[in-house]
T-cell receptor, first 114, second 115 residues
Framework: AQSVAQPEDQVNVAEGNPLTVKCTYS??????LFWYVQYPNRGLQFLLK??????LVKGSYGFEAEFNKSQTSFHLKKPSALVSDSALYFC????????????FGSGTKLNVKP | GAGVSQTPSNKVTEKGKYVELRCDPI?????LYWYRQSLGQGPEFLIY????????DSGLPNDRFFAVRPEGSVSTLKIQRTERGDSAVYLC?????????????FGEGSRLTVL
């Protein structure tokens, strides 16, 4: 079965510091991995995805993510956090045998303090 | 419109009532998805349409839930005999063709509260 895990319910960082939001996946075969962000009372917005190729993927708003096959991880990173980055972040993997489905993690709340 | 539009944004109903939630996908997107997001959880898959047909409805929790997309554009999620456990945010998403490498574009959701 395919799944992702986000081990941290909440991440707190100071503005200007680097941030990491963790995600590990469980899927047989090559995974298709995605990060989404959800602001309060808003829908999910796509940030970036890993399909194949370079392990470092760059996305919207200065975010990037590193695919690590040996550690089955796809951590979201940003070199310098902004207060406006404070939101709920979801990692997702597309189903391998049923690619109609995205399997989402439980989300990580990012708090960036001034 | 430019994005996925969902109505109503909020719906409060009483246990046992019937509810319809509407989704208007991005123009030209053939693939449409419904997800349900409970408090503190990630979205969970309900149903997927490719064109007018429900290609995968394996996520619908029971036969009280039904969805249609009669003309291949707007979709309606229908919930009969609502229960308090149905309270959640119902998210609609679309993608251009449903290709495996494509991302989903989500609407802002319809928050359903069953009293």
């Amino acid at each position: 079965a395919q799944s992702v895990a986000q081990p941290e319910d909440q991440v707190n960082v100071a503005e200007g510091n680097p941030l990491t939001v963790k995600c590990t996946y469980s899927v047989s075969g090559n995974p298709y991995l995605f990060w989404y962000v959800q602001y309060p009372n808003r829908g999910l917005q796509f940030l970036l995805k890993y399909i194949t190729g370079d392990n470092l993927v760059k996305g919207s708003y200065g975010f990037e993510a590193e695919f690590n096959k040996s550690q089955t991880s796809f951590h979201l990173k940003k070199p310098s956090a902004l207060v406006s980055d404070s939101a709920l972040y979801f990692c997702a993997v597309r189903g391998l045998y049923n690619f109609n489905k995205f399997y989402f993690g439980s989300g990580t709340k990012l708090n960036v303090k001034p | 419109g430019a994005g996925v539009s969902q109505t109503p944004s909020n719906k409060v109903t009483e246990k046992g009532k019937y509810v319809e939630l509407r989704c208007d996908p991005i123009s030209g997107h053939t693939a449409l998805y419904w997800y349900r997001q409970s408090l503190g959880q990630g979205p969970e898959f309900l149903i997927y349409f490719q064109g007018t047909g429900a290609a995968d409805d394996s996520g619908l929790p029971n036969d009280r839930f039904f969805a249609v997309r009669p003309e291949g554009s707007v979709s309606t999620l229908k919930i009969q005999r609502t229960e308090r456990g149905d309270s959640a945010v119902y998210l609609c998403a679309s993608s251009l063709t449903g290709e495996i490498t494509g991302e989903l574009f989500f609407g802002e959701g319809s928050r359903l509260t069953v009293l």
